[in-house]
């Protein structure tokens, strides 16, 4: 991979269009490359007995998921030399959030995964001047956070990749352009203390609140969370723009002497007056945009999972566009999306081919007919494999992706969700595209009686009715601003559980027509239950800026905490015979 960060935009543009050009070309020399590298690892001695073969590699090299090679990965973790699996050393592991059940992955990484980091973001300096006038012309708020670092037993750090790269010479040494001017200072972004440190972020974003042209968080859930905190404390903000001093629990003396830079001692009364007089108004639609009025666009991942958070985004952000530029993985850099002033429902991520091999299982198919990237089809689906440079091999990440259509010969993917079955409870399998489809609907319902889905996650319930049933956890709030209190209103939430039951598919009906699945359920829980169980995942390791709500819950804990937040619960009226 070519060092692209002196190049000029001109420059730039061409390196984007040699990978797209020439893609078939460019992954079968990284294949190449990838094997005769690691050709005497331990791994791949057992299936390839030193041949870098593309064809041998096709034909004897098993298609994998992460439980498959595990124990080779703890070996390392353990202490064994790397070698087992990878020729270049291996120096971290990442903390995968793994978007099901809530699980997480250890994936060993080093270097060659920061190179496809830096490599994509000097890509997308490009790309996002290209389409985005004047984002050269001012500063980024961006939540950057690392949060703390664990070892395994062998003594490799254990962290989310979002906070190696923050910690590695990469950042240190960072190219001086636009896309790396921030309002924060780095002591911000490096603090383990994330209270203080979204609190220091949004405090250096107000005081140059003329100066931000762009907003940043890895995931819409990390924005709205920064919008969630600045609610609850922009008087104390206010408070200490007035003084020019910080609020004295802000302990971390990173980021006090890097604040006490940028407030100088200095008061601010106008300045606070003015913050103040935005944030007391009572409705806070498209609060972002009169706080920090040179915006352009807020830069957020809205598509997966995060869908769900693109109304609460949109609310507070108005017309703001909703950038959403990369897929990534702890397994690989994946794509980035040229086209980032798309609308969220049209975005497409083209896959870069000189980060990792990938292929494709198609979901109609069979193992037998995986493709390479430079075969996949037009508007059909697969699971995706990687095979990168450091020790991974034909794994399935879990994805399921859908061509949209063809940069040059690169083609461009719609992330369509997680690969496994998320719900079940007798032969049903509801994936999270069913129940995505599912929810949308409900929200309409939502939306028409002036509520809106703050977040959700769902749960196979099998012990508390007989036959057992799916429950939704639901957070909601009111849109109407003058609504003071949540009104539970019956007819709302029973015809919610009806068009979720309604949209799942030909099996569920099956099970429920027969009673092997009993009737849908809607559990409400307090204000900020999510914000809890993020908490829970946070103080197990989870990185906050990786953090996504799994989209089904089976941890206990997770469970207790939703549990005790019950205000109300609905159940599906649909009889069993609709089913039929
Ligand atoms: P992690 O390994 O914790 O970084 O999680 C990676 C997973 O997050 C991917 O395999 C996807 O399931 C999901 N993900 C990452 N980027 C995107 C994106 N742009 N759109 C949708 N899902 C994404």
Redesign the pocket.
Known sequence: MSIISDFNDDEKGMVLEGLTLNVKQIQDDLLKEILTLNSGTEYLQNFLHGSSAKEIFKKKLPIVTYKDVKPFFDRVANGDSSDIISALPLTNF??????SGGAN?L?PSNNKFLDGYAFINDLLVHVISKHVEGVDKGKGMVFHLTGHETRTPGGLPIE??TSWYLKSDYFKNRPSNWFYSYTSPDEIMLGSDLKQNLHCHLLCGLVQRDEVVRISST?ASGMVRVIKVLEDSWKELCSNIRSGHLSEWITDSGCRNAVSMVLGGQPRPKLSDEIENICSQKSWEGIMKRLWPKTKYIEA??????VQYIPTLEHYCSDLPLV?T??????SI?GI?IYPLCEPED?S?TLMPNISYFEFIPVEGDIVDVVDLADVKLGSSYKLLVTNLWGLYRMR???IVKVTGFHNKAPQFR?L??ENALLSIDTDRTNEEYLFKALNRAKLVLKSSDLRLVDFTSYADVSSSAPGHYVIYWEVNVINEDMKNLEFDQKTFLECCSVMEDSFDDEYRYCRSNEFVGPLEIRVVNDGTFDSLMNLSISKGT?VT?Y?TPTCITSEKGLQVLEKNVVARFFSTLSASHFA
């Open positions: 990442f903390m995968s959030s793994g978007t992955k994936l989310p990749g995931y991942i809205v598509t997966g999972s995060m959403s990369t897929y990534a993985s702890s397994e994946i999306n975005i991520y990440i879990g994805d992330f969700g997680r990185s990786q996504k």
